[in-house]
């Protein structure tokens, strides 16, 4: 369970039984713990072993973000759900995380660009959720802020080495920035929980975050000797209300077997 940190000012409590907040937390705690689980399929398959931990690493901070808000989230929603309940006994059409965290891994290009835009989106999220009303939100956006921070970083450096880097390495690059492009825009709609979050000093209005996350993305992929590329003839929609495609349903069924093959077990 997530505590306010000491020295922190006290704020206004947000009350048990405040659906709203429930739902806001649920929606950062999907997105946090199916990229977790996403990226921790590269240990072992990453081009180097110190990737391998890199990625573990970044997987193990959003795991950390997703235990603190679905803990929160179960708190305020008045079921007594526990974290584990959340994650592993929800069914898919319960899940709000957006497309984006859910797609199978890929090529590598294709995770640095998924990493550099949802790092950076992270980022301007929770700098703009530390005076969250929520003292939780508050403190798990104080710490993550500084983590993304770090995704992001690590991200921009993989982003550079391979867009300017050899032939083959620029082209999947950049094929890898068109492949995420489908998935982007779904991080920035303002979906009804996210407004109601915000008008209430709980959460930031998603489309507030744009211009910042693709100026800072846009200025990295100019100095990797890359496009930004701009054209797109779908874009992903739904997440936020259960809708998922197939790829979602077969991360879950990895993700939650053993402890619905066990219910009740620990170790």
């Not at 947000?14 to 990229?35: E, F, K, N, R």
């Not at 744009?210 to 800072?216: I, K, P, Q, S, Y």
């Amino acid at each position: 369970m997530t505590t306010v940190p000491l020295g922190r000012d006290p704020r206004p409590v947000v009350p048990q039984g405040d659906s709203l907040t429930a739902a806001y937390c649920l929606h950062l705690g999907d997105d946090a713990l199916i990229y977790a689980q996403r990226l921790g399929e590269w240990i072992s398959r990453a081009p180097q072993i110190e990737e391998d931990m890199a990625l573990g690493n970044i997987g193990l901070d959003l795991l950390g973000q997703a235990r603190a808000l679905l803990t929160r989230a179960g708190e305020l929603d008045g079921t007594g759900r526990s974290e584990d309940d959340l994650a592993y006994f929800r069914d898919e059409r319960d899940f709000r995380s957006v497309h984006l965290v859910e797609q199978p891994r890929g090529d590598f290009g294709f995770e640095m660009a998924r990493l550099l835009w949802f790092a950076t989106y992270q980022c301007e999220l929770y700098a703009a959720l530390v005076d969250s009303r929520d003292p939780v939100v508050s403190a798990v956006a104080a710490k993550a802020v500084k983590e993304s921070a770090y995704h992001r970083d690590h991200a921009e450096q993989w982003v550079l080495r391979l867009g300017d880097g050899t032939d083959e390495s620029h082209v999947r690059m950049q094929d890898s920035l068109q492949a995420v492009l489908p998935y982007l825009a779904e991080l920035f709609d303002d979906d009804e929980v996210s407004v109601a979050a915000a008008s209430a000093g709980v959460g930031a209005l998603p489309s507030a975050l744009h211009d910042a996350v693709v100026e800072r993305v846009g200025d990295v992929v100019v100095r990797a000797t890359l496009t930004l590329p701009h054209e797109v003839t779908w874009r992903s929609r739904g997440g936020r209300i259960g809708v998922h495609d197939q790829s979602m349903g077969h991360l879950l069924a990895e993700m939650q077997h053993i402890a619905r093959s066990h219910p009740g077990a620990s170790w």
